[in-house]
């Protein structure tokens, strides 16, 4: 598992800017994404909130500038073809974070090997939301051996082969042997 920083930046935009008209009113997700504006009465500004970065085997939660920097470039292509000033978006806030990823880029969801009845659910990167909602679905059908959890699982669109590519066992084949096949926990039925 690696460490990948990320930083959320947070725009103040005058209440009687024009930028208003050409910012989404919805999320939006592409390169970078954003949130509505929402009015802050006490600061007297619509809020933008634009990120964000992606810094690999980064674990520091200091702000720095040039991710600012960097979310004020993704902010500036999401609102194409309308050019603007990037020093029309000042920065108000910002939040940082620390995504935990695996080295093939898809989450750790399933039994531990060698201990009964432990699962986990790690490594969701940057689609955490996503991931967790699969877990959710996941580890239950996986704890309960059954042919209804296999059911609820094919109502997803999930088989117990395609549930092995996430599984932790999945690192284990590269460790026991160079040419080995993967090691999937799962046979016929979910465990």
């Not at 955490?128 to 239950?140: E, N, R």
Request: glycine share 8%.
């Amino acid at each position: 598992l690696k460490p990948v920083r990320g930083q959320l930046s947070i725009f103040g935009i005058k209440q009687r800017s024009s930028l208003l008209e050409h910012i989404p009113r919805i999320n939006l997700s592409g390169d970078g994404y954003c949130t509505p504006p929402v009015w802050n009465a006490k600061a007297q500004l619509h809020q933008w909130l634009v990120g964000s970065t992606y810094e690999e085997s980064q674990d520091c939660i200091a702000p720095r500038v040039a991710s600012d920097l960097h979310n004020q470039q993704l902010a500036v292509g999401l609102l194409r073809p309308r050019t603007i000033d990037p020093a029309e978006l000042a920065v108000v806030d910002r939040f940082v974070g620390v995504r935990c990823v695996s080295k093939d880029r898809l989450p750790i969801i399933g039994g531990v090997p060698s201990m009964p009845n432990v699962y986990v659910a790690t490594a969701l990167g940057s689609r955490g939301l996503l991931w967790s909602t699969l877990a959710s679905i996941v580890i239950p059908a996986l704890s309960h051996s059954s042919d209804f959890a296999l059911e609820r699982l094919a109502r997803f669109g999930l088989d117990p082969e395609s549930v092995s590519f996430l599984s932790p066992a999945r690192f284990l084949a590269g460790a026991l042997a160079s040419n080995s096949k993967p090691i999937f926990p799962f046979g016929s039925k979910a465990r």
